[in-house]
């Protein structure tokens, strides 16, 4: 999960000083690890870390919600029923949890093409609505069989999540449809936050805080320290990085170094019974509808400690 995050981020994240897709301008689909560390330096890759550590957040929040880690997602998702009074849910929906933000290649293309209702704009599809969601992070698209699906819009922070329980950082956010925020802070507590802000002319929010100290943020940034290591001397010295529960992965980028990087991606997804990233970034961007990205291709639920 950590690994694929980082990988998800280098491949479809635009803001990054040396993102996969610029480096490799022509053909980037078939360009592996190995061509990408040949352009790229461990030093290189530090000049990007704090920003990865920040933005990709983002790619590891989604699979935490998409795969419903520790009941997140039904938590989240019937938080904003009630703050809000309405019924987004059904027994025959579906849901996922995709980047959207405009930096994201995968998310700008949902956002132009996808005609999911907007959630808390009155009927507003997502295609018709691109300069009030184009900011927003990640979004939870809630597939129904016998109604309009609706795309739930949220803001991340990586690192200084506690700003969100003011109604200052709202502020310019340019998303008036933004339902939630979710983050990750350290001010010594030792429980998850739940709690709504209410910022003038918009909706009211639901922010749900994660601890910085526990074990998903540590980790992570654990992960962004070992691919410096990884770009500076290759996967062989990589490997040896002993990290709870992340060797299977990094077994797996060793394995698949000289393969294009969506088929990496769709390796370690495959692993761990998701649906591969190949498919999760790809699909989305070659305007295949986004109604065919659905829980149904993921493996059982799992608990996680935030």
């Not at 795969?67 to 929906?93: A, M, P, Q, T, V």
């Not at 709504?196 to 909706?203: L, Y």
């Not at 990589?238 to 698949?256: C, D, K, N, R, V």
């Not at 986004?290 to 935030?306: C, H, K, V, Y």
């Amino acid at each position: 999960m950590h690994v694929a995050a980082v990988l998800e981020c280098l491949y479809d994240y635009s803001g990054l000083k040396f993102d996969f897709r610029s480096v490799h301008e022509k053909d980037h689909r078939n360009k592996s690890l190995n061509q990408y560390s040949g352009k790229v330096s461990g030093k290189d890759f530090a000049k990007m870390r704090s920003s990865i550590e920040n933005w990709g957040c983002e790619y590891l929040l989604a699979d935490v919600i998409s795969r419903n880690f520790g009941g997140y997602k039904k938590k989240i998702i019937s938080y904003i029923e009630e703050l809000h009074n309405k019924d987004i849910l059904s027994r025959s929906s579906k849901s996922h949890c995709i980047v959207s933000g405009v930096y994201s290649n995968r998310g700008r293309n949902f956002v132009e093409r996808s005609n999911a209702l907007v959630f808390g704009s009155q009927g507003k599809k997502v295609k018709n609505s691109k300069e009030h969601i184009k900011y927003p992070d990640i979004c939870i698209l809630v597939v129904n069989s016998h109604r309009k699906n609706v795309g739930i819009f949220e803001e991340v922070e990586g690192k200084k999540g506690g700003q969100m329980r003011k109604e200052k950082y709202w502020e310019g956010k340019g998303g008036e449809y933004n339902a939630f925020g979710i983050g990750f802070e350290n001010n010594g507590e030792k429980d998850n936050f739940y709690g709504t802000v209410n910022p003038p002319n918009e909706m009211e929010k639901l922010v749900l805080l994660f601890q910085g100290g526990r074990n998903v943020i540590r980790d992570f940034h654990r992960v962004t320290h070992v691919f410096t290591s990884l770009f500076d001397k290759g996967p062989g010295d990589w490997i040896s990085t002993h990290i709870p529960g992340l060797q299977q992965p990094l077994e797996l980028i060793e394995y698949a170094w000289e393969k294009p990087l969506p088929q990496t991606l769709a390796l370690i997804r495959g692993e761990m019974n998701l649906i591969s990233a190949e498919e999760q970034v790809e699909l989305i961007s070659e305007g295949v509808p986004d109604e065919i990205i659905t829980p149904d291709a993921f493996g059982p639920r799992s608990s996680l400690r935030i």
